[in-house]
Structures are given as structure tokens and as C-alpha cells.
């Protein structure tokens, strides 16, 4: 019998390999256009700890510091495309704690 293969994915953070299962997804919701295919409204950035939402993602360990790390670097923006606010960082924290 074939063995199923276990997707792998990168820590932000301290850049290794995990199976997705064990990572939480930091998500950027697709940007808003009109009819013309102007960006009326940009995308929200937040946490997906379902892995469901829609978008484009980054994935993190589910630990503070390897969320802190990639805030440091910026390697989340840089992934994701776009500028993130801090607030919105520490409502990941927020929400990390909480788990």
C-alpha cells in the first residue's frame, strides 16, 4: 500500500521544514476591484489556524518568537506582498497566546 505524502512547509520564522498540520497560516484576503480591475480596497492580513481561508499565506510556528523573528526580518511582508501594520502583529501575538 502507498503511503501518503505529508505536505511540508517553512517557518517564517526560524526558516525550517514542518508538516503543515504543525504551522499556523498568517493570510493576506484578495484585494477588492471594481469592474475595471482597480484595487478598490487592499486585503486584510491575520491568522488562519484552520488553513481555510482564502488567500495568499505564510506559514509560522505556533510559538511568540518565531512569530517575533520574521516581524524582525519582515520575511512575512515580503511573502505576502504587502505592508503589515504592528497592530496587526500583536493581535497574532494576542491570538498565539490564547491557543
Not at 502507498?2 to 525550517?16: A, D, E, F, Q
Not at 501594520?85 to 497566546?97: C, F
Request: net charge positive; glycine share 6%.
Amino acid at each position: 500500500m502507498k503511503t501518503k505524502k505529508v505536505p511540508m512547509r517553512k517557518c517564517s520564522g526560524c526558516l525550517n521544514m514542518f508538516p503543515k498540520k504543525e504551522l499556523v497560516r498568517v493570510v493576506k484576503s484578495p484585494d477588492k476591484k471594481d469592474e475595471d480591475g482597480n484595487v478598490v480596497e487592499k486585503g486584510s492580513v491575520s491568522l488562519d489556524l484552520t488553513s481555510k481561508k482564502p488567500g495568499r499565506g505564510a506559514y509560522v510556528c505556533r510559538s511568540k518568537e518565531c512569530l517575533k523573528k520574521a516581524r524582525k526580518a519582515k520575511r512575512i511582508e515580503r511573502s505576502l506582498e504587502t505592508e503589515i501594520p504592528s497592530e496587526v502583529y500583536d493581535q497574532m501575538e494576542r491570538e498565539l497566546e490564547d491557543e
